[in-house]
């Protein structure tokens, strides 16, 4: 594990949350989150719905599919709501493992994320890259029951894994693991619903390196869900998913791009 804490390169997580509005980023987080914005100025507004879509699947894996194990690879650095809060809101004993790559990330969650009594929070310092390093960790094994049901949470992390295709190998490996009637909570960036001329930007900006956030199309999307069944709605527009109880009116889908889905291993 590293202790290093990188201020000098603009790192995901502290980008994401200079967008939210925190206060855990450095200059170089928020010019790079700056950049971003010009191309493509609702980014803020992104990475708002999709906390908010975070919440609403913790809810609905907790309250409605009983589900009191989960896997979130990619924390991010602590807001309001963390999974733990919103699925420990519903059942006191349910147990969390956090998994990042960011010195400060794991520094914080360390420090601010803490359970309740009846319940369990661990966090590992690993990358989405090498499942079966974050699968190895003893603490995982100590704090998870991989005999019993686990929600993996890949929320705006799998993005950052580029390439066509690169990311159905990690999922695949992770699912692997997990047993019968755990569930895979994914959302990634697309650009299916932009226009045209804020597609080729969007392919601009990722050639010269101003974003390293990898879009799917809803067809490779919807392939991450192989094997699994789909729970209703399907796959849709991160702000559209189970959110009758989200403000009106909902965001243009073109405005979010990204996509989200939730699957069930039979």
Known sequence: MSDQIDSSTAQPARRYNY??????NFAVDRASGDEILKTFPTARLAALENRRFLQRATRF????????????IGTGLPTADNTHEVAQRIAPET???????DPMV???ARALLT??????TTYLEADLRSPEQILAQA??????DLGEPVALMLVAVLHFVEGHGAGRPIVRALMDALPSGSFL????????PLPPKVAADYDAALAAGITNIWPRDRVEFTELFAGLDLIEP???PVSEWRAEGEPEPRPDPAHIAMYAGVGRKP
């Open 19 to 24: 967008w939210l509005g925190g206060k855990d």
């Open 61 to 72: 894996l907790a309250a409605e599919a009983g589900i009191r194990q989960f896997l979130d």
């Open 95 to 101: 147990r969390v493992v956090y998994v990042d790559n």
């Open 106 to 108: 794991m520094a914080h």
């Open 115 to 120: 359970s309740t009594p009846a319940g369990r």
């Open 139 to 144: 603490e995982l094994h100590e704090t998870l």
């Open 185 to 192: 909570v994914v959302t990634n960036s697309t650009k299916d």
């Open 234 to 236: 399907g796959v849709t």
